[in-house]
Protein backbone atom coordinates (compact mmCIF):
# COMPACT_ATOMS: atom_id res chain seq x y z
CA UNK A 1 0.00 0.00 0.00
CA UNK A 2 1.16 3.56 -0.59
CA UNK A 3 0.37 6.75 0.88
CA UNK A 4 1.19 10.09 -0.58
CA UNK A 5 0.63 13.92 1.08
CA UNK A 6 1.02 16.24 -1.29
CA UNK A 7 1.50 20.43 -0.19
CA UNK A 8 1.84 23.22 -2.06
CA UNK A 9 3.36 25.98 -0.15
CA UNK A 10 4.21 29.47 -0.96
CA UNK A 11 7.91 30.19 -1.74
CA UNK A 12 7.98 32.30 1.85
CA UNK A 13 10.12 31.48 4.67
CA UNK A 14 7.85 31.22 6.72
CA UNK A 15 6.06 28.33 5.46
CA UNK A 16 8.80 26.00 5.58
CA UNK A 17 7.83 25.14 9.02
CA UNK A 18 4.27 23.25 7.85
CA UNK A 19 6.50 20.98 5.42
CA UNK A 20 8.82 20.45 8.32
CA UNK A 21 6.37 19.62 11.19
CA UNK A 22 3.66 17.52 8.64
CA UNK A 23 7.35 15.55 7.66
CA UNK A 24 7.56 14.93 11.47
CA UNK A 25 4.12 14.01 11.59
CA UNK A 26 4.22 11.32 9.43
CA UNK A 27 7.64 9.92 9.98
CA UNK A 28 6.37 9.49 13.67
CA UNK A 29 3.43 7.57 12.51
CA UNK A 30 5.61 5.31 10.64
CA UNK A 31 7.46 4.58 13.45
CA UNK A 32 10.96 6.57 12.77
CA UNK A 33 12.47 6.68 16.12
CA UNK A 34 13.18 10.42 17.53
CA UNK A 35 16.46 10.84 15.93
CA UNK A 36 15.75 9.75 12.39
CA UNK A 37 12.76 12.23 12.58
CA UNK A 38 15.15 14.97 13.63
CA UNK A 39 17.17 14.12 10.31
CA UNK A 40 14.42 13.83 8.38
CA UNK A 41 12.91 17.46 9.63
CA UNK A 42 15.89 18.50 9.06
CA UNK A 43 16.99 17.24 5.94
CA UNK A 44 12.88 18.36 4.99
CA UNK A 45 14.18 22.04 5.95
CA UNK A 46 16.75 21.93 3.89
CA UNK A 47 15.16 21.37 0.48
CA UNK A 48 12.56 23.57 1.38
CA UNK A 49 15.10 26.28 2.13
CA UNK A 50 16.56 25.79 -1.22
CA UNK A 51 13.14 26.22 -3.05
CA UNK A 52 12.63 29.10 -0.94
CA UNK A 53 15.83 30.70 -1.48
CA UNK A 54 16.12 29.46 -5.48
CA UNK A 55 12.84 29.84 -6.19
CA UNK A 56 13.22 33.20 -8.21
CA UNK A 57 9.61 34.73 -8.94
CA UNK A 58 7.78 31.40 -8.38
CA UNK A 59 5.11 31.63 -6.20
CA UNK A 60 4.61 28.20 -5.16
CA UNK A 61 6.82 24.95 -5.13
CA UNK A 62 5.78 21.31 -4.36
CA UNK A 63 6.58 19.05 -1.97
CA UNK A 64 5.44 15.55 -1.50
CA UNK A 65 5.46 12.78 1.06
CA UNK A 66 5.53 9.08 -0.26
CA UNK A 67 5.04 6.29 2.41
CA UNK A 68 5.54 2.60 0.87
CA UNK A 69 6.38 -0.42 3.32
CA UNK A 70 9.26 0.76 5.64
CA UNK A 71 10.42 3.71 3.05
CA UNK A 72 9.69 7.43 3.34
CA UNK A 73 10.27 9.27 0.25
CA UNK A 74 10.10 13.33 -0.01
CA UNK A 75 10.15 14.91 -3.04
CA UNK A 76 10.64 19.22 -3.19
CA UNK A 77 9.90 20.53 -6.63
CA UNK A 78 10.56 24.01 -7.63
CA UNK A 79 10.51 25.98 -10.94
CA UNK A 80 12.38 28.53 -10.08
CA UNK A 81 16.39 29.36 -11.25
CA UNK A 82 17.79 26.01 -11.03
CA UNK A 83 21.73 25.81 -10.55
CA UNK A 84 24.58 23.61 -12.34
CA UNK A 85 25.05 20.51 -10.50
CA UNK A 86 28.80 19.90 -11.99
CA UNK A 87 29.20 23.88 -10.05
CA UNK A 88 28.35 22.01 -6.97
CA UNK A 89 31.42 21.76 -4.73
CA UNK A 90 30.81 20.06 -1.01
CA UNK A 91 31.67 22.24 1.32
CA UNK A 92 35.28 22.50 2.49
CA UNK A 93 34.82 21.22 6.30
CA UNK A 94 38.04 22.72 7.26
CA UNK A 95 36.78 26.23 6.56
CA UNK A 96 33.09 25.89 6.14
CA UNK A 97 31.41 28.99 4.21
CA UNK A 98 28.54 30.58 4.80
CA UNK A 99 26.52 29.44 2.09
CA UNK A 100 26.59 25.39 1.01
CA UNK A 101 26.11 23.46 3.64
CA UNK A 102 22.30 22.51 2.88
CA UNK A 103 22.66 19.62 -0.07
CA UNK A 104 25.71 17.94 2.43
CA UNK A 105 23.06 18.07 5.39
CA UNK A 106 20.59 16.37 3.59
CA UNK A 107 22.99 13.70 2.05
CA UNK A 108 24.32 13.69 6.06
CA UNK A 109 21.41 12.58 6.98
CA UNK A 110 19.26 10.50 4.66
CA UNK A 111 19.83 7.19 3.01
CA UNK A 112 19.35 8.20 -0.65
CA UNK A 113 19.24 11.68 -1.70
CA UNK A 114 19.24 13.22 -5.98
CA UNK A 115 19.19 16.67 -7.03
CA UNK A 116 18.27 17.06 -10.63
CA UNK A 117 18.67 20.69 -11.39
CA UNK A 118 19.08 22.56 -14.32
CA UNK A 119 19.92 26.30 -14.77
CA UNK A 120 16.81 28.19 -15.68
CA UNK A 121 14.71 24.80 -15.20
CA UNK A 122 14.30 24.64 -11.36
CA UNK A 123 15.40 22.07 -8.89
CA UNK A 124 13.85 18.45 -8.09
CA UNK A 125 14.99 16.75 -4.82
CA UNK A 126 14.20 13.41 -3.90
CA UNK A 127 15.53 11.95 -0.54
CA UNK A 128 14.92 8.58 0.94
CA UNK A 129 15.19 7.43 4.81
CA UNK A 130 13.98 3.91 5.26
CA UNK A 131 12.43 2.39 8.42
CA UNK A 132 15.02 0.17 10.22
CA UNK A 133 12.58 -2.69 11.86
CA UNK B 1 8.31 28.99 15.12
CA UNK B 2 9.87 31.51 16.58
CA UNK B 3 13.18 32.61 18.37
CA UNK B 4 13.68 34.74 21.39
CA UNK B 5 16.99 35.90 22.20
CA UNK B 6 18.39 36.85 25.89
CA UNK B 7 21.54 38.58 25.61
CA UNK B 8 23.71 40.38 28.60
CA UNK B 9 27.05 41.66 28.82
CA UNK B 10 28.98 39.61 31.21
CA UNK B 11 31.30 42.40 33.16
CA UNK B 12 33.03 40.04 35.58
CA UNK B 13 34.38 37.70 32.47
CA UNK B 14 34.05 40.20 29.63
CA UNK B 15 31.58 37.95 27.68
CA UNK B 16 28.44 38.61 25.28
CA UNK B 17 26.00 36.08 26.85
CA UNK B 18 23.38 34.82 24.06
CA UNK B 19 20.51 32.70 25.22
CA UNK B 20 18.35 31.03 22.44
CA UNK B 21 15.14 29.90 22.96
CA UNK B 22 13.07 28.24 19.83
CA UNK B 23 14.52 27.79 16.25
CA UNK B 24 16.92 29.42 14.57
CA UNK B 25 16.02 28.53 10.33
CA UNK B 26 15.19 30.66 7.40
CA UNK B 27 12.80 32.80 8.74
CA UNK B 28 14.78 33.63 12.34
CA UNK B 29 18.61 33.45 10.87
CA UNK B 30 18.79 36.94 9.47
CA UNK B 31 17.23 38.31 12.77
CA UNK B 32 20.04 36.48 14.85
CA UNK B 33 22.73 37.84 12.23
CA UNK B 34 21.40 41.36 12.57
CA UNK B 35 21.38 41.38 16.53
CA UNK B 36 24.67 39.54 17.19
CA UNK B 37 26.53 42.35 14.70
CA UNK B 38 24.40 44.54 16.85
CA UNK B 39 26.46 43.14 20.12
CA UNK B 40 29.81 43.09 18.54
CA UNK B 41 28.95 46.62 17.07
CA UNK B 42 28.45 47.49 21.17
CA UNK B 43 31.52 45.55 22.09
CA UNK B 44 34.01 43.16 20.46
CA UNK B 45 34.59 39.93 22.48
CA UNK B 46 33.83 36.65 22.84
CA UNK B 47 30.29 35.11 22.48
CA UNK B 48 29.03 32.54 24.37
CA UNK B 49 25.55 31.13 22.95
CA UNK B 50 23.73 28.99 25.38
CA UNK B 51 21.63 26.57 23.39
CA UNK B 52 19.75 24.59 26.04
CA UNK B 53 16.82 25.95 25.04
CA UNK B 54 17.38 26.10 21.06
CA UNK B 55 15.26 23.26 19.19
CA UNK B 56 16.34 23.51 15.86
CA UNK B 57 19.04 24.98 13.51
CA UNK B 58 19.66 24.76 9.96
CA UNK B 59 22.48 25.61 7.41
CA UNK B 60 20.70 29.39 6.83
CA UNK B 61 21.52 29.39 11.14
CA UNK B 62 24.89 27.56 10.73
CA UNK B 63 26.02 30.19 8.17
CA UNK B 64 25.17 33.41 10.22
CA UNK B 65 26.93 32.07 13.04
CA UNK B 66 29.96 30.82 10.56
CA UNK B 67 29.99 35.08 9.16
CA UNK B 68 30.15 36.29 12.82
CA UNK B 69 32.78 33.51 13.67
CA UNK B 70 34.90 35.28 11.23
CA UNK B 71 34.12 38.83 12.71
CA UNK B 72 34.92 37.45 15.95
CA UNK B 73 38.07 36.13 15.03
CA UNK B 74 39.57 38.98 13.50
CA UNK B 75 39.32 40.40 16.95
CA UNK B 76 41.40 37.02 18.50
CA UNK B 77 38.16 36.28 20.38
CA UNK B 78 35.90 32.99 19.73
CA UNK B 79 32.13 31.64 19.57
CA UNK B 80 31.77 29.44 22.51
CA UNK B 81 28.32 27.18 21.84
CA UNK B 82 27.68 25.30 25.03
CA UNK B 83 24.72 23.54 27.09
CA UNK B 84 23.60 21.61 22.93
CA UNK B 85 21.25 19.78 22.78
CA UNK B 86 21.58 16.49 20.85
CA UNK B 87 20.29 16.98 17.63
CA UNK B 88 22.09 20.27 17.47
CA UNK B 89 25.51 18.65 18.40
CA UNK B 90 24.67 16.18 15.62
CA UNK B 91 24.55 18.90 13.19
CA UNK B 92 27.78 20.89 14.45
CA UNK B 93 29.02 17.51 14.23
CA UNK B 94 28.67 16.22 10.72
CA UNK B 95 28.93 19.91 9.19
CA UNK B 96 33.00 19.92 11.30
CA UNK B 97 31.55 22.81 12.55
CA UNK B 98 32.30 21.23 16.55
CA UNK B 99 35.90 21.99 15.73
CA UNK B 100 35.69 25.68 14.86
CA UNK B 101 33.61 27.00 17.46
CA UNK B 102 34.74 26.24 21.13
CA UNK B 103 32.05 23.45 22.35
CA UNK B 104 31.16 23.53 26.28
Request: net charge negative; charged share 25%.
Amino acid sequence: MKDCISLTLPTKSEYVSVARLTASVVANNMGFDIESIEDIKVAVGEACNNAVLHGACQTEFDISFTVEHSEFVVDVLDCGNGFSIDSYNEPDLMNPGENGLGIFIMKSLMDDVTVESKVGNGTKIRMVKRLVV
Amino acid sequence: MSLKMNKQFQDMDQFWSVELIGDVDIQTSGRLKDELNQLLDQRESNINIDCASLSYIDSTGLGVLIGVLKRVKKNENEILISNAQQNIIKLLTITGLDKIFVMK
